[in-house]
C-alpha cells in the first residue's frame, strides 16, 4: 500500500502577500465561512499564517479594527507557523501531534514544495486521512485527540456524541467515557443547552461553519463549530480553547492603555475616543455637551511639601470626590499629573451647567485629610461647549484648557466659560510667547535695582536685581513674563542674562554706593532642585569675582522642596562666600518650627505682614514672633514691600529689624538712575524716598 503524502492533504489556496492589510484579510475571511486560514508568502517563500479564530478575535475586539485596519497582515500572523513538504507521509504529521508542535498544527500548518508554497493544511485534514488508515492508525488518533489541549467533540445529525477528548470532558466535569454515546446538552442547563441545539440545527441546516466566545463552567472558551460530511456521515465538529487568561490579560493590557493606573480613571486615549463618540451621538441627536478643564492649584507644593505619596492620595482623593458630584452619564478622566477633563453630558440648558460646575469647584475647595494632615488645595476650572467652541476633541480640549488658564491668571479656584475674549487672550499668549522666545535669542532683558536700606542708619546696604523686558515699547516686569518663561523651560537662560547684567551694573553703583554692598538674585525653586543648573550657577558665580557680595533668593517653598540644594549646592555656595536669603517668608507653607531646619543668612518678610502694620495687631504679634526667632536662629531680618511713612516709623518704634526695601525708599530702576538720585549714605534716620527716573 502506498504510503500517503502530506501533498494529498493540501488546500489549494491562494496566498496573501506580506503587505495585504489586516482590513482586506478581514473581508476575505467574511466572505468565505469555511475558511479557516491564509498563508502568508514573501515571493514564493511562506512567511506566516493567519489562523480565522486567532485572527477574528483580536480584529474584533474593542479598538481592535481601529488598530489594525491599515497595518500589514504581518501584525496579525502566526510568525513562526509549521511549515512541511508536500512529500512527507501523513505519519510524519501524526508523530507531531505527540510533540512539542502539537499547538502550530492545530492552529494549521503551510504545506512546501522544494521550500515553495504548495498549499496549506489543517487538522480536519489530518483527521480525514487518518479515519481512512489501519485500526492501528485510528486507534493512535483517538490516543491524539485525547491528549489535545484543546476541547474536541464531534457528534452525528441526531446530536450523539461520537467523539470526546478528555479537555472537553474536563469542561463538564466528567469523563470522555461517559459523555459518549450521549448528547452534550445533557449536561447543560435546560436553558443553555436550548440555545446550543437550536444553533447547531441552523449550522447544520446551512452547512456553514460559526467561531465565537461563550462562558462554561466559569470559563471563556473560545468556540468553533463547523458541519462536515465524512465518509458520507454528516458530523458536527465543535473545538473550544481556553481563553479565560488570555481574556484576563488583554483585559489587563486593556485597561492599562486606557486607564489611568492611580486614580483608575480613563485616561487621555479613552476620553478622546469618548469625546469623539459624544460628537456623532450630539451631532445625530441635534443636542450637547461641555467639557471641563479641571486643574489643581499649587499641587506641586503639595508634592515638595508633604510627599510624593501624599499627593498621589491627594489626586485619588480628587478623582472620588469630583465623581460624586456628577452625573452617571458624564465621564472624568486623568489627562496629566494634575489635569482631569470632565465631559458633562447632555448639557439642557446653562443654569444646569453651571451649577453642577460650581458643584464640583465647591467640592475641591474643602480640605482632605490625608494621613492625618489636613490638606487644602484648590481647582481651576475652564469650560468649553459642543457645538459653540468647537465641533472636535482637540479644539474643545484647547479651548478649555484656554479658559482654565485665564481662571488660574485672574482667581485660583474660580471657574471661566469659554469666550471671544478667552480667545483674544490665547492669541496674545502665543503673541507672547513668540516675543519671549526672540527675546531669549537676542538677550533683551536687562535688571532694575532695589535697594535694600539699613532704616536706623539710612544706609544703603544692597540691592536687589529684578529681571526687566523692554518689548513693544514698554517694560515688564517679571511677573508678566517669567512664568511663561518657566513653562516655555526659558527660565535659565534669563537667569544667566539677568545675572550678567546685573554683576556689569555693580561698578556704576559702587562709585555712588561703595562696594560693601550686596546683590541678590531669585533663584526659582525648580531651579534650586536641579543639581546640574545650580553647578553650572556656582561656577560663573565663582568666576565674576564678586562671590562674597552675592546673596541668592529663594522662597521657604523653594527651601522645603530641594533637600538636593541644601545637601549638595549649598555647601559649595558656603565655600564660595555666598550668602542665601528665604523670600517672602509668609506667602507659602509657612511654619515658623521649619525655620531651624533651613540654612539660610536672611528671611525677608513678605509685604502682607507688613502693609498698614500699625493697624494691624495680629500681623505685629507674627512679625515680633518672627523676629524673635530669627535673631534666635542668627538670622538678619528685611522687612518687604514698606510704602509708607507709618509702616516705616512702627518698625522704627516697635521692633529691632534693621533692614528694609520698598516703594518708600525707592522703586526698582537703573543702575545709572540709582547711582544718580543719590540715596542717603550718612547717618540720616528718615531715608527720603526717590521714585524711579
Known amino acids: 500500500m502506498t504510503e500517503q503524502t502530506i501533498r494529498s492533504l493540501a488546500l489549494q489556496v491562494a496566498p496573501l502577500a506580506a503587505t495585504t492589510t489586516c482590513g482586506a484579510v478581514f473581508e476575505i475571511f467574511d466572505a468565505d465561512t469555511d475558511l479557516l486560514m491564509l498563508a502568508v508568502t514573501n515571493g514564493c517563500q511562506p512567511v506566516g499564517l493567519v489562523n480565522r479564530q486567532a485572527f477574528l478575535l483580536r480584529f474584533g475586539e474593542r479598538f481592535g479594527r481601529a488598530l489594525f485596519e491599515r497595518q500589514p497582515v504581518t501584525a496579525l500572523m502566526d510568525p513562526a507557523p509549521l511549515i512541511v513538504e508536500a512529500d512527507r507521509s501523513v505519519d510524519f504529521l501524526n508523530n507531531l501531534l505527540v510533540t512539542e508542535h502539537e499547538a502550530a498544527l492545530l492552529r494549521g500548518f503551510i504545506i512546501t514544495e522544494d521550500g515553495r508554497y504548495y498549499g496549506i493544511g489543517t487538522t480536519l485534514s489530518v483527521l480525514r486521512a487518518n479515519i481512512a488508515q489501519t485500526r492501528r492508525h485510528a486507534q493512535m488518533v483517538d490516543e491524539i485527540v485525547a491528549a489535545l489541549p484543546i476541547s474536541l467533540t464531534v457528534q452525528d445529525a441526531d446530536g450523539r456524541l461520537l467523539l470526546v477528548n478528555e479537555t472537553a470532558a474536563n469542561v463538564f466535569s466528567e469523563t470522555a467515557e461517559r459523555m459518549k454515546g450521549r448528547t452534550v446538552y445533557d449536561f447543560m442547563p435546560e436553558a443553555v443547552a436550548e440555545r446550543r441545539r437550536q444553533r447547531q440545527v441552523d449550522l447544520l441546516a446551512r452547512r456553514t461553519a460559526q467561531t465565537y466566545e461563550e462562558s462554561v463552567s466559569g470559563r471563556t472558551m473560545l468556540t468553533s463549530y463547523k458541519p462536515v460530511t465524512v465518509l458520507e456521515d454528516l458530523l458536527f465538529i465543535t473545538t473550544s480553547l481556553d481563553i479565560t487568561e488570555r481574556k484576563r490579560s488583554e483585559q489587563e493590557l486593556s485597561r492599562r492603555a486606557y486607564f489611568d493606573d492611580l486614580t483608575g480613571l480613563p485616561n487621555r486615549a479613552a476620553m478622546q475616543s469618548h469625546v469623539e463618540s459624544a460628537l456623532k451621538r450630539c451631532t445625530d441627536q441635534d443636542s450637547g455637551f461641555a467639557v471641563a478643564f479641571i486643574d489643581l492649584d499649587n499641587f506641586k507644593h503639595i508634592n515638595d511639601y508633604y510627599s510624593h505619596a501624599i499627593g498621589d492620595a491627594v489626586l485619588k482623593a480628587v478623582a472620588e470626590r469630583i465623581n460624586r458630584q456628577t452625573r452617571k452619564s458624564d465621564v472624568l478622566a486623568r489627562i496629566s499629573g494634575d489635569e482631569f477633563l470632565l465631559v458633562l453630558e447632555p448639557v439642557t440648558n446653562m443654569d444646569a451647567l453651571r451649577a453642577s460646575v460650581d458643584r464640583v469647584r465647591d467640592s475641591l475647595r474643602q480640605p482632605f485629610q490625608i494621613e492625618g494632615f489636613e490638606i487644602f488645595t484648590s481647582a481651576s476650572i ?80 544692597g540691592f536687589e536685581a529684578l529681571a526687566r523686558w ?130 539660610a543668612d536672611e528671611i525677608k518678610v513678605d509685604r502682607s505682614f507688613i502693609s498698614a502694620i500699625e493697624q494691624r495687631p495680629r500681623n505685629q504679634s507674627v512679625l515680633k514672633t518672627i523676629e524673635s526667632l530669627s535673631h534666635a536662629l542668627g538670622l538678619q531680618v528685611v522687612a518687604e514691600g514698606v510704602e509708607t511713612e507709618a509702616e516705616l516709623a512702627y518698625l522704627l518704634a516697635n521692633t529691632s529689624i534693621d533692614l528694609s526695601q520698598g516703594y518708600f525708599f525707592a522703586q526698582p530702576m537703573s543702575a545709572k538712575a540709582l547711582a544718580e538720585a543719590g540715596l542717603p549714605g550718612g547717618a540720616s534716620r528718615r531715608p527720603r524716598r526717590v521714585v524711579a527716573g
Open 470 to 599: 523692554s518689548v513693544d515699547g514698554k517694560t515688564l516686569g517679571p511677573g508678566k513674563f517669567l512664568p511663561l518663561a518657566m513653562k516655555l523651560g526659558m527660565l535659565d537662560e534669563i537667569t544667566w542674562h539677568v545675572l550678567e547684567a546685573g554683576l556689569q551694573g555693580l561698578a556704576c553703583l559702587d562709585a555712588t554706593y561703595g562696594k560693601d554692598t550686596t546683590l541678590s538674585f531669585n533663584i526659582a525653586a525648580s531651579q534650586a532642585s536641579d543639581p546640574a543648573f545650580m553647578a553650572d550657577l556656582a561656577a560663573q558665580i565663582g568666576q565674576s569675582g564678586q562671590a562674597h557680595r552675592l546673596m541668592l533668593e529663594l522662597t521657604e517653598d523653594g527651601f522645603l522642596g530641594a533637600a538636593r540644594f541644601q545637601d549638595q549646592t549649598l555647601p559649595v555656595l558656603r565655600d564660595l562666600g555666598v550668602r542665601v536669603s528665604i523670600d517672602d517668608f509668609g506667602t507659602g507653607y509657612s511654619s515658623l518650627s521649619v525655620l531651624a531646619d533651613l540654612t
Open 382 to 461: 475652564g469650560i468649553s461647549l459642543f457645538p459653540d467652541h468647537g465641533r472636535d476633541y482637540e479644539t474643545l480640549r484647547r479651548n478649555a484648557d484656554n479658559a482654565m488658564y485665564r481662571s488660574k491668571s485672574a482667581a485660583k479656584g474660580t471657574a471661566t466659560y469659554y469666550d471671544h475674549q478667552v480667545g483674544e487672550m490665547l492669541a496674545a499668549r502665543m503673541e507672547l510667547e513668540q516675543k519671549l522666545r526672540l527675546a531669549v535669542r537676542e538677550r533683551q532683558f536687562h535688571c532694575a535695582y532695589q535697594p535694600k536700606v539699613n532704616i536706623r542708619s539710612g544706609r544703603v546696604t
